[in-house]
């Protein structure tokens, strides 16, 4: 390993989606790695797999024991960002359940002091969010709302609200880095 990389979770989440990867795309020395819900969204949205094979490896939720988290024991990721995120994966993180590979990431991350950077899909009463056949406007409950409030005030973790504030937090994040 020549140096640290970054590890990017994307969950079922469809909240902006197309314009996470678009940014991820642009992005060197990344790992991408894919919740069971996250495949499928990927496949609703019509975004090939393989297009971003090409560009980066990808990491599927398809093992008990989520191998891959063990790399951030040995210094492989310098951060982990999770964008989008849904509300169901936001809940098991602030309770601390890790029983899918990316709520594992998530975990192992905080356990070693890697800085995290969640973009969840549940961030105001009213909000408007993509959805495969285009924008609509969502309600999210109060506990989806509770959630993301909670994950705020977790150690080594920045909640971002925007794809732009995601970018800027990236960004910033990896200058931070060089």
């Not at 990017?8 to 990344?30: K, M, P, Q, R």
């Not at 492989?76 to 890790?98: D, E, Q, W």
Request: hydrophobic share 40%; charged share 20%.
């Amino acid at each position: 390993m020549d140096k640290p990389r970054l590890a990017w979770a994307v969950t079922g989440s469809g909240h902006y989606i197309e314009d996470c990867l678009d940014f991820l795309l642009t992005l060197n020395a990344v790992d991408l790695y894919l919740s069971q819900a996250g495949e499928e969204v990927l496949k609703m949205y019509g975004i090939d797999l393989q297009d971003i094979r090409a560009k980066m490896p990808v990491y599927r939720d398809k093992t008990a024991s989520a191998p891959p988290v063990g790399l951030f024991y040995k210094g492989y990721y310098h951060t982990f960002v999770m964008a989008p995120t849904t509300s169901n994966t936001v809940a098991k993180c602030v309770l601390g359940i890790a029983d899918s590979l990316v709520t594992n990431l998530y975990s192992q991350a905080g356990k070693c002091r890697v800085p995290s950077i969640v973009y969840p899909c549940d961030i105001a009463p009213e909000m408007e969010t993509t959805a495969p056949g285009g924008k609509v406007m969502v309600y999210p409950r109060a506990i989806d709302l509770e959630g993301t409030a909670k994950l705020r005030d977790f150690a080594y973790t920045t909640v971002v609200e925007s794809v732009d504030e995601l970018i800027a937090a990236v960004e910033e994040r990896l200058r931070q880095l060089s």
